[in-house]
């Protein structure tokens, strides 16, 4: 089992708001490139979502539920296929979107005890839960030639360290895709 974090990401390291759903004054930077930048498997995910399980926090399965299940492309049939936790202290029905169930107990304990391979897309809140007990083995970024200077960052100042080894780099149009694994020592 591994946990690999998913994220859209900014030059200076900021990864909220990518979409604009939250209303900030530079939210919405990941659409400034086009959809291409974004659209299909850009995070290269392809048999880890047929057997892995997606991890959400309420507010990202908020909207990814409202955006997936309408659509129908490839990708799409994937994310809606795919088993989805949701971490959440508030919300008890998630049949608005397939195969989602509500994350039972402790989210680190959830995790732990999973046998699958949990991929987390954005969900700051877990990720950094993730970070602090040292759970997270891969990071896959997407890039963004964009400078904020001001959000939430992946990883912020004071948070805990972690050695990692780059997997793979790639420009892909506008932006780059690169992935990070735990750093074998």
Known sequence: M???VIQFITLD???????GSEGSPDGG????????????????LG??????????????????????PGRDEPFAAH?????????TRTLTDVSAWSHSTVLDGDLVDAVKREERDVIVIGSLSVVRALMAEDLVDE?????FPTV??????LFPAGGPSARLDCLAVEKTGSTVYARY???VS
């Open 139 to 143: 990071y896959r970024l997407i890039t």
């Open 79 to 87: 994310m809606n296929a795919v088993p989805k936790l949701v971490a």
């Open 47 to 68: 048999s880890i979502l047929d057997q892995g399980v997606m991890l959400l926090g309420r507010t990202t399965w908020e909207a990814f539920s409202r955006l997936w």
């Open 13 to 19: 390291g900021i990864v909220s708001d990518p979409d």
């Open 148 to 153: 904020l200077g001001a959000g939430e960052r």
């Open 2 to 4: 591994s946990v690999i």
């Open 181 to 183: 694994g735990r750093a």
């Open 29 to 44: 930077w990941i659409f400034r490139y086009g959809r291409e930048e974004i659209g299909g498997d850009k995070f290269r």
